[in-house]
């Protein structure tokens, strides 16, 4: 099968012919049908996170049509299409694992990090970890629902019951979450790079009432921020932008550090937390609700060889929307 492969960190993927995977125990075999491209890929290949198992296929939006089963995955039969997220497997012992939490499992394993990934014709993924996808969305619309929706409907419960809501960095993840804030009756303000007026748009044609640069003031007090963008400097300027008792929520695996700034802008109750990963239950309670929300996800497709041009893009903004690679 094709695959694009990363051989090490800082190099670009390369293309590769590698035999389909054979499915172990409750493992299924996926012929993947469309798999977005994330923030965390481009982490991953730029040597941000630590330790991925290269060779490795990144990619953890995964929808793929099961052609094959291991022993004992009868969860999906044959031909049902599925979702593959980032959560690829968690020990189920340990004291989060326990608690409701396998998000933050001590041995978490995660697709496209320490399992081979999506950017690729086929993947293979243990049932228990994979997702019914509701019919209403494309294979390339549904695909980045697997981890910008998911995470970024994790963020948003973490900003708790805010009315006004900022949201820092408006792309895969943010243009979903603005639906699904103002499908909940929130206030939505999105900040952008300075200057990225067609962001600004992108943002205001999905509900936000007021569009800027991360550098301006909103023109009232939030209640909550979620910050998409992986850049530091965004953490005190969100706590200048929340009002008493608001939240900041950190929702990028990876953010260059975090300035110094005065406890005045912290003082008041503020609350600076992040969130990470993805509990099975996050996914079951998104997907009820993509069903229910007619989500309208924009995606800009290339083909699977063209990853690096998507990885580029998304480096350097030129996206509207999610790159998803349709093999
Ligand atoms: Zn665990
Ligand atoms: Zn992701």
Known sequence: MHAMVLDRAGVPLRPRELPVPAPGPGQLLLRVAACGICRTDLH????????????????????????????????????????????????????YCGSGRENLCDRARFTGYQIDGGYAEYAVADQRFCFPLPARYADAEAAPLLCAGLIGHRALAAAGDARRLGIYGFGAAAHLVAQVARHEGRRVFAFTRAGDTD?????????????????EPPPEPLDAALLFAPVGGLVPAALRAVGKGGTVVCAGIHMSDIPGFPYEILWGERTVRSVANLTRRDGEAFFRLAERVPLRVTTETLPLASANEGLARLREGRLRGAAVLLP
Do not use: K, M
């Not at 962001?199 to 550098?215: I, Y």
């Open 199 to 215: 962001g600004q748009a992108f943002a205001r044609e999905l509900g936000a009432e007021w569009a800027g640069a991360s550098t």
């Open 44 to 95: 991953v290949a730029d040597g941000e996170l630590p330790d991925p198992a290269v060779p490795l296929v990144l990619g953890h939006e995964i929808v793929g049509t099961v052609v094959a089963a291991g022993p004992g995955a009868e969860r999906f039969p044959s031909g049902t299409r599925v979702g593959v997220p980032w959560l690829g497997w968690t020990c189920g012992e340990c004291a």
